[in-house]
């Protein structure tokens, strides 16, 4: 019953940026905490963002400074703006309700010249 779709991934070059979104249906969206995730291959499953019901944000040292978690809880949609992107950003990026175990399915984002 709990749905997670995410979408906005695709090809950008180095440098460029993305905005990753997630629609959820099935919860008390406003009642959660959010995350985005991101697994690379060969690479462990890492929380790259997360914004609370109260809209407190929190960002991997990695991602912080280019990147805004964001929510719409009108629309039950959380976002991830993604700016200078990098080699190492390429991954699947997971929309997760934190605290719980349900996942997206993810989408891909490519990085590449």
């Known amino acids: 019953q709990v749905q997670l779709v995410e979408s906005g991934g695709g090809l950008v070059q180095p440098g460029g940026s993305l905005r990753l979104s997630c629609a959820a249906s099935g919860i008390i969206f406003s009642a959660h905490t959010m995350g985005w995730y991101r697994q690379a291959p060969g690479k462990e499953r890492e929380l790259v963002a997360s914004?609370?019901?109260?809209?407190?944000?929190n960002y991997a040292d990695s991602v912080k400074g280019r990147f805004t978690i964001s929510r719409d809880n009108a629309k039950n949609m959380v976002y991830l703006q993604m700016d200078s992107l990098n080699l190492e950003d390429a991954a699947v990026y997971y929309c997760?309700?934190?605290?719980?175990?349900?996942w997206g399915g993810g989408t891909q984002v490519t990085v590449s010249s």
């Open positions: 914004i609370s019901s109260g809209h407190r944000t």
């Open positions: 997760k309700v934190e605290y719980r175990n349900f």
